[in-house]
């Protein structure tokens, strides 16, 4: 898979595409509270918790306001390129379900 390939598959077949090439942002009706094994998630509008399983990937998420791209808030992470499939893969489950969207 190319890194610079919008994330597509059957769960994200009905909604928008999670396209890491835009800049995006965590929802303003999330809260993350930081844990030692990444965050705990609360979205306000849908009541839901999730985990974000990594310290670094709490980074991630924290950062996208401040890149220009997914792309370039992995770097600024520190994400080793091996691992970007699967942060891209987790970031487009984020997308999906409401915890970052795309900033306009």
Excluded: W
Excluded at 4 to 12: I, R
Excluded at 29 to 57: D, N
Excluded at 62 to 82: F, K, M, Q, Y
Aim: with cysteine.
């Amino acid at each position: 898979m190319s890194t610079n390939e919008p994330v597509t598959g059957p769960a994200l077949e009905a909604g928008p595409v999670f396209d890491p090439g835009q800049p995006y942002r965590c929802s303003p009706s999330v809260a993350l509270r930081p844990e030692p094994f990444g965050a705990l998630v609360y979205h306000f509008g849908t009541r839901r918790l999730s985990f974000l399983k990594t310290p670094q990937l709490v980074t991630v998420v924290s950062g996208l306001a401040d890149h220009s791209d997914v792309h370039t808030a992995l770097d600024a992470a520190g994400v080793d390129p091996a691992q970007r499939p699967a942060y891209l893969r987790a970031l487009a489950g984020l997308a999906e379900n409401g915890t970052i969207e795309e900033r306009v």
